[in-house]
């Protein structure tokens, strides 16, 4: 599978906006980029995804590079409720070309007061 | 909004009894999943299913593991004979289309799972 890099840990303050890089050097040409989040026990979330062009909808925003060897997730006003592990994924295709998220570690966000 | 539900949202067992897991997947949704994620690690895929048999599966899902649509709206996974490292979050997922790397988006929308623990 396609490796993304994550930093294991950020934090940000309540209203402020959070930027969570992620690299993903070996992406191949038709893989798209995907966050999920994941707050405390929950079940994952999907954020966002994209394959080359910047990308924004109700929560969050999505800046790929030019060589797309990487992103950033933008959460424009972090509040309480985003303290979660973000994780970002490459797809990879399968056999057939099916596709089957893989959860590294992610970041572990949390928002202060 | 649709949601996937899961019961019960926490599952008590003594090793070696065999449990039941219930998911009812979004209603239009054809693509089923199961995910499991012990304690402090990364969620990990079980198994995909699609018309009534096993898409895919990954290495942790052995003949303990089995997977089952009884009737139009549940989804179930059992496993057998319990054991202690079976403790864990399992999560069911949805999504109405297959997940394809390379096309446009499909997602997969995951419930609030069940928290099994094998005493």
């Known amino acids: 599978d396609a490796k993304t890099t994550q930093p294991p840990s950020m934090d940000c303050a309540e209203g402020r906006a959070a930027n969570l890089p992620c690299n993903h050097s070996?992406?191949?040409?038709?893989?798209?980029v995907y966050w999920y989040r994941q707050i405390h026990s929950q079940g994952p979330q999907y954020i966002i995804h994209?394959?080359?062009n910047n990308e924004t909808n109700e929560m969050a925003s999505l800046i790929i590079t030019e060589d797309r060897k990487s992103s950033t997730l933008i959460l424009p006003h972090a509040t309480l409720r985003d303290t979660a592990v973000y994780y970002c994924i490459v797809r990879v295709a399968r056999s057939g070309g099916s596709y089957i998220p893989t959860f590294g570690r992610g970041t572990s966000l949390i928002v202060h007061p | 909004e649709p949601e996937v539900t899961q019961t019960p949202s926490h599952q008590v067992t003594q090793m070696g009894q065999e449990v039941i897991l219930r998911c009812v997947p979004i209603?239009?949704?054809?693509?089923f999943y199961w995910y499991r994620q012990i304690l402090g690690q990364k969620v990990e895929f079980l198994v995909s299913f699609y018309n009534n048999e096993i898409s895919e599966k990954s290495e942790i899902f052995d003949d303990q593991f089995s997977v089952e649509r009884p009737d139009g709206s549940n989804f179930t996974l059992k496993i057998r004979s319990t054991k202690l490292e079976d403790s864990a979050m399992y999560f069911c997922?949805?999504?109405?289309?297959?997940?394809?790397?390379?096309?446009?988006?499909?997602?997969?929308?995951f419930g609030p799972g069940t928290r099994l623990t094998v005493l």
């Open positions: 997922a949805s999504s109405a289309f297959r997940l394809l790397a390379g096309g446009q988006d499909n997602e997969q929308f």
């Open positions: 994209g394959l080359k």
């Open positions: 070996t992406i191949s040409g038709n893989e798209y």
């Open positions: 209603s239009n949704h054809l693509y």
